[in-house]
């Protein structure tokens, strides 16, 4: 308890830091979907490990992070600040109906070059995809052969389980986590079947069509403990049943959606017209992209799925119903072509129509030419070593702090989503600076000029 100036009594947290296990031992990160972002990731951490190239995105590895007030010149790096898993205690899983390891899945994919893929050509070829659990009615653009058979939902999700407890133990890991980088799935809407725990349950038994593979990776991965992230927008753990089972069953869970290209980009653009005042009447956002996630989308129910997760972002940060004259009459359009000739360097455009002072119209253009998986690879390293951390710490449930890096956030039920790429950094950041028990960072700023003391 304080006394505050006024005399009226404001309670305080208590600065202690949060007792966090060690990261000792190896930590297994299980990938679903062994695809151009995984392997991309694998290669790059491999790649890292051999000192041949740099985690460049990645903020467990190259963010520092500010301690204290300005003047004590305290600014570690996160990895020397929390307790991280190290790059070294890392060993890789992933299932895939397509059978390719990771190094002819690499060279499918075609975002590394072979200075990147060669000299790591035995590693890679060791990580071979186990059996998926695929199912066609759920990405209409892919076949497979490697996929898993089973009589009902529950069984298969059964499977994975075994996958999950046999790799854990042939490989001595001390931990696991699971990272969604599989393709997007149709546009399912939440139902009767994500309710609860019992009613999901009973439609695994009953194979309902609301279970899509996805929740039986989220529910296997729940049930053995281990924490869960999702890299699409696929709904899967953002239902209250497995909300449900993650805190009966002490796990972290976080998604949707990771934020890369063009999302990242209306992120910071759209909180800068807000904060200026500036009003916007109307964003076209197009895409060319020809790698297999561009094909997967190309099919309008898988597009429905992304374009939903794209396009609430707009709405969350401008808040039409608060700013009626500046933001009440958007018209927001996002399109994604698929594009054989570019594979995975997606060329986007936006074009921003706002208004200023009076009224007054102009326009902003943008053209990014960007590598979608070489914008991932990095979220997927930072969201392996982050999600132990919590597990670790026993932050149980949806982990809004990690929200930095997905495009559709997952959030408590009563509350609305954060999109805005600096406060979700700032989140990060000031959740990192409270499990450590230090300061959090207001940008106050008072306290360092002579009228804080009169
Ligand atoms: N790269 C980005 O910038 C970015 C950004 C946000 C989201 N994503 C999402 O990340 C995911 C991966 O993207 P990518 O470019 O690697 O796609 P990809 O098509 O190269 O890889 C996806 C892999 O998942 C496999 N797969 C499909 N269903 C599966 C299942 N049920 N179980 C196991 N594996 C399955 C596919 O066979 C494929 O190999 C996509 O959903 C994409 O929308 C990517």
Redesign the pocket.
């Known amino acids: 308890m304080l006394t505050c100036r006024q005399g009226r009594d404001v309670v305080v947290t208590e600065q202690s830091s949060r007792s966090i296990a060690p990261a000792e031992g190896t930590l297994g990160v299980l990938l679903?979907?062994?695809?151009?972002?995984?392997t991309t990731f694998v290669a790059g951490v491999e790649n890292v490990r051999r000192g041949r190239a740099k985690p460049v995105g990645s903020l467990s590895k190259m963010s520092t992070i500010r301690l204290g007030k300005r003047t004590e010149g305290r600014s570690p790096l996160i990895e020397d600040f929390v307790p991280l898993a190290s790059l070294d205690d890392l060993v890789f899983a992933a299932?895939?109906?397509?059978p390719d390891d990771a190094y002819e899945?690499c060279k499918v994919?075609g975002v590394l070059d072979s200075q990147h893929i060669e000299p790591i050509a035995d590693f890679l070829r060791g990580i071979k995809p186990m059996p998926?659990?695929?199912?066609q009615n759920?990405?209409k653009r892919?076949t497979?052969t490697n996929v898993k058979s089973g009589r009902t939902k529950r069984e298969l999700a059964e499977q994975l389980r075994d996958d999950i407890r046999e790799f854990k133990q042939e490989r001595g890991c001390a931990r696991l986590v699971m990272i969604w980088?599989?393709?997007?799935e149709v546009f399912i809407s939440p139902g009767p079947a994500h309710e609860s725990l019992a009613a999901f349950e009973r439609a695994m038994e009953e194979n309902d069509p609301a279970i899509p593979?996805?929740m039986l990776?989220a529910w296997a991965a729940i049930m053995e403990g281990v924490p869960f992230a999702n890299?699409?927008?696929n709904l899967t753990v953002d239902v209250a049943a497995l909300q449900e089972l993650a805190e009966q069953k002490g796990v972290a869970v976080c998604g949707k959606?990771?934020?890369?290209?063009q999302t990242m980009v209306k992120t910071v653009i759209s909180p800068m017209l807000k904060a200026r005042m500036l009003g916007l009447s109307g964003w076209y956002s197009t895409n060319i992209l020809g790698?297999?996630?561009g094909?997967?989308?190309d099919d309008p129910e898988s597009f429905k799925t992304?374009e939903e997760s794209k396009l609430g972002v707009l709405e969350h940060i401008l808040q039409p119903s608060m700013y009626p004259d500046l933001y009440g009459q958007i018209y927001h359009k996002v399109r994604i072509n698929y594009y054989p000739p570019r594979g995975?360097n997606k060329e986007g455009w936006d074009n921003i129509d706002i208004f200023g002072w009076l009224g007054y119209p102009m326009q902003i253009k943008v053209n990014f030419l960007c590598r979608?998986?070489i914008?991932?690879a990095p979220i997927v390293l930072d969201l392996a070593l982050f999600l132990d951390l919590a597990q670790r710490a026993e932050m149980v449930g949806i982990q809004e702090w990690l929200s930095f890096y997905f495009?559709s956030p997952m959030a408590a039920p009563q509350l609305v989503p954060e999109h805005d790429l600096f406060i979700q950094q700032t989140k990060l950041k000031n959740t990192l600076r409270w499990l450590m028990g230090e300061e959090q960072i207001t940008h106050l700023g008072v306290e360092y000029y002579e009228y804080e003391r009169v």
């Open positions: 679903v979907g062994l695809g151009a972002v995984a299932w895939d109906p397509i899945s994919a998926a659990v695929f199912d759920y990405v892919l497979g980088c599989a393709s997007t593979p996805s990776y890299g699409a927008p959606d990771f934020k890369t290209g790698n297999r996630d094909e997967v989308l992304k995975d979608d998986s914008l991932a495009k």
